[in-house]
Nanobody
Framework: QVQLVQSGGGLVQAGDSLSLSCAAS????????MGWFRQAPGKERELVAA????????YYEPSVEGRFTISRDSAKNTVTLQMNSLKPEDTAVYYC????????????????WGQGTQVTVSP
């Protein structure tokens, strides 16, 4: 069973940058579509970004497009979410996710979840 271990996150000010990383415990990691979700207090979990396999096509939630970048390093078994120009409304718990089927991952039903990491952006 794949385990996804997240790192990064924390407290930053508006306009700052943060990078979230997700490492998979199993190879070949590159067979999975990967995504980052977030859940803010009182809100539903939403897909922020996704990267497909094998095409590496990317998808971004409109509010983060141009500010966030998702990338994967199959050799290191990691996927990264680089977040720039952070806003207070980006504050949430962020979750890494892996899924064999891109469509179901994008609907919020991946095969595996990371443990979640808090990102807090102060005004």
């Amino acid at each position: 069973q794949v385990q996804l271990v997240q790192s990064g996150g924390g407290l930053v000010q508006a306009g700052d940058s943060l990078s979230l990383s997700c490492a998979a415990s199993e190879r070949p990691f590159g067979n999975y579509n990967m995504g980052w979700f977030r859940q803010a207090p009182g809100k539903e979990r939403e897909l922020v970004a996704a990267i497909s396999w094998p095409s590496t096509a990317t998808y971004y939630e409109p509010s983060v497009e141009g500010r966030f970048t998702i990338s994967r390093d199959s050799a290191k078994n990691t996927v990264t979410l680089q977040m720039n120009s952070l806003k207070p409304e980006d504050t949430a718990v962020y979750y890494c996710a892996a899924g064999a089927v891109l469509a179901t991952l994008r609907r919020g039903m991946p095969d595996y979840w990371g443990q979640g990491t808090q990102v807090t952006v102060s005004p």
